[in-house]
């Protein structure tokens, strides 16, 4: 479980993203991919500031588009790459809000009701045995399931061990309170102790 106080990986704001999108929306792409690769909490729950995103381009687009009817064609070809670019995210959008539900249920399925077996994640979730192998793979790898691996013959997903929270021996020893707070991103149990801490499964912030 990662302790409160730990540095989050930051991640640029999503401000700075759409700016980049409408001045040049290839960088804009640059920075979205590494925000949705730093920031697991994205992926689950900003499909909708990416839709948003890709409106605000095809609008714009659009725009330039009728402008440029009667003006040059390099800003024809540019209305054309806006639209194009919002076309873009917003596939992206609908994608990330197709993964992101099913990443919720994956982790309510195992961390929530302490589920391992690929077969019954997999009846759970409606997906078919290989569909939920490949998905709990690229969540490993995200990062969302940290130390945990697929046992490919036992048909189970087998998570790391956390260590138990150190106290200090001795008659000054502070008595260590642990609670249990759900992340209001991708929804899984944690365990904290003291007043705040960080999801151990998506990196939200919790309190």
């Known amino acids: 479980m990662a302790k409160a106080g730990q540095k989050e990986k930051r991640s640029m704001a999503w401000g700075w993203i759409i ?9 804009g792409a640059l920075f979205l ?15 909708k500031k990416v839709t948003v995103v890709s409106f605000i381009l095809m609008g714009l687009g659009a725009f330039i588009f009728l402008a440029a009817l009667d003006g040059s064609t390099y800003t024809f070809f540019w209305a054309v790459a806006l639209v194009g670019g919002g076309i873009w995210a917003f596939v992206l959008a609908r994608r990330m809000k197709v993964d992101g539900e099913r990443y919720k249920k994956y982790i309510a399925m195992i961390v929530n009701q302490s589920q391992t077996s690929v077969d019954n994640i997999a009846s759970a979730v409606g997906v078919s045995y290989e569909i939920a192998v490949k998905d709990l793979q ?19 997903i087998v998570l790391a061990k956390n ?5 200090s ?3 000054s020893a502070v008595q260590v309170q642990e609670r249990v707070v759900t992340c209001g991103s991708c929804g899984a149990n944690n365990k904290v102790t ?5 999801c151990e499964y998506c990196g939200s912030y919790l309190q």
């Open 138 to 156: 690229k969540m490993i790898d995200a990062g969302y399931f940290a130390g945990a691996y697929i046992d490919a013959s036992q048909r189970e």
């Open 33 to 47: 991919f590494r925000k949705l690769s730093a920031d697991k909490a994205a992926v689950l729950k900003d499909g």
């Open 169 to 171: 021996a001795g008659p």
């Open 163 to 167: 260590a138990p929270p150190q106290v």
């Open 194 to 198: 003291g007043h705040t801490g960080e």
């Open 19 to 27: 700016f980049w999108f409408i001045l040049f929306w290839p960088l």
